[in-house]
């Protein structure tokens, strides 16, 4: 791939990217959370299409059309969350959408021809698993398996693998790496996508480093070490310019009062570790991680949104009972989730309506809205937070996210809360919205709330937040204050 | 007025021009309170339909609750000689109490809407043909409480009293509905009910609680017309209604989807199901057509408004 770019609405995903594979190489691909490495892939996957750079297959150019044409070129893609149909069994699996047929006008399904190529695929990479187990049966590491078989099916020569040992136990991912190397003796070229930095110095002949869309590097084999790594995805530079900016502001003489405590809640995705964090009045901390690490889970967990299954509470030292958002928000504890569209806004209601959503009966007597009265609460908190749009009475839906996301913050903005966390408040919002953004956080906190900022975005967690907790698979791996929190530290945290 | 309530208003003029004009009977006073007399009886429980299809739920038990709360009405006034308003306050009870029956078992079992109203559909009906042993039933000349039958039969100021008490009723609805805080949430809930239960909104209660509205106002038209055919089979009456009260919403602008309608749309939807039946009869088409006449009728309007909708759309581009 040759100077490959992609820019979406308000960002340059990828920006004259250059990558390679040889046949029976396995390359991995590194970078921090929207570095470009998934868009690249998506690319190659046909997905995506590029604005421009060209793809060269065997040397003869060509143009990847589709997810169909890929397969076509023998490129076959397993992502993170593993697209299998759960009804179906094994070999329905494999070969869903190019199942064997009987010969003969019906054209019925041939299941015996199906079972046998599939149990054939399977031994192949040495996967004991009956062709007939139903796929809802297995674990996610035989899965992963099947969907190996499954781009074996499609004789895959190019393998491109997205996080697949994000949900694997050790063992189970030493038997992958197994297969791995199985493959690409026989010559298949693999592209290996992983943030564990560990596993790369163990499986890849090279890595390619991405940062910021752009080739930050590549390391040979040899040369694969995990501080090189961390060096390459957050780059040199970051290090000098971040410890000039603005230190803490210390209050001078007055002890820090703690207002929210998170005390050794475990959530339903890591069930077996406890996290804790501290957060004090007027304070931003960061958390950062990498995705997966359990940082939303945790912020759901408290907000009463996702299960806690054990662990407090407490704001301003008193245990809190939160068992719905709406206990949370009763007590002060706001969240602006990360799935804007999906679960903050309403999309195909108003901006006022969105506005005044968990406070509407603020404006009603006996039930029935005043609606002068909401209508003059929202035109304030728009025009407080400079929301842009026509009206206030236009669909959240026509807005940009940016806008979109200050509608969600308006909404607790109202409630005076004494503690919010934001979840990735600024992804895919545009760097004018995106500052506005932060200077709203840094008000909250200045206002005395406790302010949590859960960002993938590094930058933004050193520029932003007072303190850093960091996270990784479910645990708090270390909160590090503002002289120490440098991209280089929180990156060597979050890999661990 | 949405564009929506405009499209099916002005639908229902052109039918009712077209009918004013094919039939000089459709305008005649005794018609009109007949079609209106249907109007009210039928619009008071598609409103209560149309709540929880604004939940992007759907309630098929209709029909049998009428049936149902029918036999019982007969036997507590007929054979038990309860109090008219006794009677009256324990049918709106029923009515309600299973309509929050249905609300718990969609919101904190989590069953799908379609399969428990459903099951009430069969189960109601089952009921009401067990406890009448499949004998039709009625209340005879109703000595005692004559007042009950002019809520069905009776008149105020030559308005039937069905349209008059839909009158009530849908002023109430539409306060609810659009004006509430309550229906504000509804509306949140049918359109993104993930994003509601982030903004603090008892997702479940609200949920309920439109079952139960549901109820209540089934209880309400199977009151009325109880009273109104003085006869209730058990095994037919009612049979269909939950199919008009869903008709109804959809075509007076709610999404199955959830999130959308508006009380005078499902009005109007009401009023358009019951003149279409009026014109098979006054234009001597056979009775037997006349729900492919609703049918017909129905797709064809929902055809042109995804085709408008289209164009407009297309129009942007």
């Known amino acids: ?496 | 007025m949405t564009r929506k309530d405009a499209v099916i208003a002005l639908l229902l003029t052109v039918l009712c021009a077209v009918m004013a004009l094919a039939s000089p009977q459709f305008l005649s006073v005794p018609n009109l309170q007949n079609v209106s007399r249907l109007v009210g009886t039928y619009g008071i429980f598609s409103i209560g339909v149309g709540f929880v299809i604004v939940t992007g739920g759907i309630d098929l038990s209709v029909g049998s609750m009428c049936a149902l709360l029918g036999v019982l009405l007969s036997m507590m006034l007929v054979e038990w000689h309860w109090p008219a308003t006794v009677a009256l306050a324990a049918a709106l009870i029923i009515g309600a109490g299973l309509g929050a029956a249905h609300g718990v078992l969609v919101t904190r079992l989590r069953l799908q809407p379609f399969i428990v109203t459903l099951c009430g559909l069969l189960l109601y009906r089952g009921a009401a043909r067990y406890i009448a042993r499949d004998s039709t039933k009625g209340f005879g000349t109703g000595e005692g409480f004559e007042w009950v039958r002019l809520l069905a039969s009776g008149s105020l100021g030559g308005v039937p009293m069905p349209f008059v008490l839909l009158g009530i009723v849908a002023v109430a609805a539409w306060l609810l509905l659009h004006r509430s805080v309550f229906g504000r949430h509804l509306v949140a809930i049918g359109r993104n009910e993930e994003a509601a239960r982030y903004a603090g909104i008892r997702t479940k209660a609200v949920v309920a609680w439109a079952y139960v509205i549901s109820g209540a106002l089934t209880a309400v038209s199977a009151i009325i017309i109880a009273f109104y055919t003085n006869s209730i089979s058990p095994a037919s009456h009612g049979n269909f209604y939950e199919l008009y009260a869903i008709a109804a919403a959809v075509v007076g602008g709610c999404s199955l989807r959830g999130g959308e309608g508006s009380i005078a749309g499902i009005v109007m939807g009401a009023a358009l199901l019951q003149v279409l039946r009026n014109l098979v009869n006054l234009l001597d088409i056979p009775g037997s057509l006349d729900f492919a006449v609703m049918g017909a009728v129905i797709l064809l309007g929902a055809m042109a408004d995804q085709i408008v909708a289209w164009r407009s759309r297309g129009a942007e581009r």
Request: proline share 4%.
């Open chain 1, 1 to 496: 791939m040759r100077a490959i770019a992609k820019r979406f609405p308000g960002v340059v995903a990828l920006d004259r990217v250059d990558f390679e594979i040889a046949r029976g190489e396995i390359v991995a691909l590194v970078g921090e959370n929207g570095a470009g490495k998934s868009t690249l892939m998506k690319i190659v996957a046909g997905v995506h299409r590029p604005d421009s750079g060209e793809i060269r297959l065997d040397g003869a150019a060509v143009t990847i059309d589709g997810p169909g044409g890929a397969t076509r070129f023998g490129i076959a893609v397993i992502y993170q969350e593993l697209e299998m149909i759960d009804t179906l069994d094994v070999a329905g699996n494999i070969f869903l959408g190019r199942e064997p047929r009987r010969a003969g006008p019906l054209r019925l399904l041939d299941r015996g021809r199906m079972e046998q190529l599939a149990t054939e695929l399977l031994s192949r990479i040495g996967a004991a698993i009956a062709p007939r187990t139903s796929v809802s049966r297995l674990s996610t590491a035989q899965q992963q398996l099947v969907a190996i078989a499954r781009a074996l099916s499609v004789d895959a020569r190019i393998l491109i693998l997205d996080e697949p040992t994000a949900s694997l136990g050790s063992e189970d991912a030493e038997r992958l790496f197994g297969v791995l190397h199985e493959l690409r003796a026989r010559g298949t070229a693999i592209v290996y996508i992983s943030h564990r930095l560990a596993e790369i110095e163990i499986i890849a002949d090279r890595a390619v480093v991405l940062r910021d869309g752009r080739n930050a590097g590549t390391l040979m084999r040899s040369e694969i070490r995990r501080d090189r790594l961390v060096q390459l995805m957050v780059g040199r530079t970051l290090e000098s310019e971040y410890a000039s900016r603005r230190a803490a502001p210390a209050p001078a003489g007055e002890p820090r009062r703690p207002r929210l405590q998170i005390d050794r809640v475990r959530t339903a995705r890591y069930p077996r570790v406890e996290a804790s964090l501290t957060v004090y009045r007027g304070e931003v901390l960061g958390i950062a991680g990498l995705i997966g690490a359990g940082r939303s889970e945790l912020a759901e967990a408290v907000c009463g949104i996702g299960p806690r299954l054990s662990g407090r509470v407490l704001l301003d030292d008193v245990p809190l009972t939160i068992a719905t958002p709406r206990d949370a928000i009763r007590n002060g504890i706001c969240l602006v989730p990360e799935d804007r569209r999906g679960r903050g806004v309403i999309g195909a209601m108003s901006v006022r309506e969105n506005i005044t959503l968990p406070n509407l009966a603020a404006f009603a007597r006996l039930g029935l809205v005043n609606r002068r009265a909401e209508a003059a609460a929202a035109r304030e908190i728009a025009a407080n937070l400079t929301v842009k749009a026509t009206s206030i009475d236009v669909a959240v839906d026509t807005l940009s996210g940016g806008n979109q996301q200050k509608v969600v913050l308006g909404r607790w903005l109202a409630l005076g809360p004494r503690a919010i966390l934001f979840d990735e408040p600024t992804q895919g919002v545009d760097v004018g919205a995106k500052a506005e953004i932060h200077r709203l956080i840094r008000r909250l906190a200045d206002e005395g709330a406790a302010v949590v900022l859960i960002s993938s975005d590094l930058e933004e967690i050193v520029a932003e937040c007072d303190r850093v907790a960091v996270m990784h698979d479910g645990r708090v791996t270390g909160v590090l204050d503002r002289p120490h929190c440098t991209p280089q530290s929180i990156m060597q945290l979050a890999v661990a």
